[in-house]
């Protein structure tokens, strides 16, 4: 079955710092990846999305770049800022008997000091 | 834009008893998703609800059931409660079951079993 592989945290960064975290997946169709992010006491919600290979989604100064080839989808970001302090989930939609199925990772806690 | 909105911030109930979450969304979403988060599990689906009166098994489904009677509400129940029961619910639903767009999530149910 599908499945996202992503770095366990928690990151732990100082501000304006650069950040990467790390995601994989394993997808018998050819799935849709989102990055969502959950602040604490919220639920999650949707930071970007790719469709296609080689597609970049970006948002808030994040980035991430479908990579079929290697099976990632990666978040980054140059410069953080105190409040990205989140929980950020990597997931995938994937076309299994004729319906999409959202999976989704462990998440990973970024914890940004000043 | 659209609103998913859970009944209850926090609930706190004892062993045994019966429990509802609620949720409705404000789009008519044909999809809906029970979630359960727990610290280093990530999200697990309970259940799923592609139309009114359908339900489909998740990952986790022992100990809850569901209910849509219309589109625009889906309700987990929780039998009868246990305390391994404790934790984060979060309501989520999309356009279709046909498409690979994002979901939506509601803020979240703190459900502690006592």
């Known amino acids: 079955g599908d499945s996202v592989t992503q770095m366990e945290g928690p990151v732990t960064l100082s501000e304006e710092a650069f950040l990467t975290i790390n995601c994989t997946y394993t997808?018998?169709?050819?799935?849709?990846l989102f990055w969502y992010v959950q602040y604490p006491g919220e639920g999650l919600q949707l930071l970007l999305k790719a469709t296609k290979a080689d597609d970049k989604g970006s948002n808030k100064g994040f980035e991430a770049t479908y990579r079929k080839e290697t099976t990632s989808f990666h978040l980054e970001k140059g410069s953080v800022q105190v409040s990205d302090s989140a929980v950020y989930f990597c997931?995938?939609?994937?076309?299994?008997?004729?319906?999409?199925?959202?999976?989704f990772g462990r998440g990973t806690s970024l914890i940004v000091h000043p | 834009d659209v609103k998913v909105t859970q009944s209850s911030r926090y609930l706190v109930k004892r062993t045994g008893e019966k429990v509802f979450l609620e949720c409705v969304q404000d789009m008519d979403h044909e999809n809906m998703f029970w979630y359960r988060q727990d610290p280093g599990l990530g999200l697990r689906l309970i259940y799923f609800s592609y139309d009114v009166k359908m339900k489909e098994k998740g990952d986790i489904p022992e100990g809850y059931s569901v209910s849509r009677e219309k589109k625009e509400r889906f309700s987990l129940i929780l039998e009868s409660a246990s305390t391994n029961q404790t934790s984060m619910y979060l309501c989520a639903s999309n356009p279709s079951r046909s498409s690979n767009q994002p979901q939506h999530f509601g803020d979240g149910t703190r459900l502690s079993i006592l």
């Open positions: 997808a018998t169709g050819y799935p849709s």
């Open positions: 997931a995938l939609s994937d076309r299994g008997g004729g319906s999409y199925i959202p999976t």
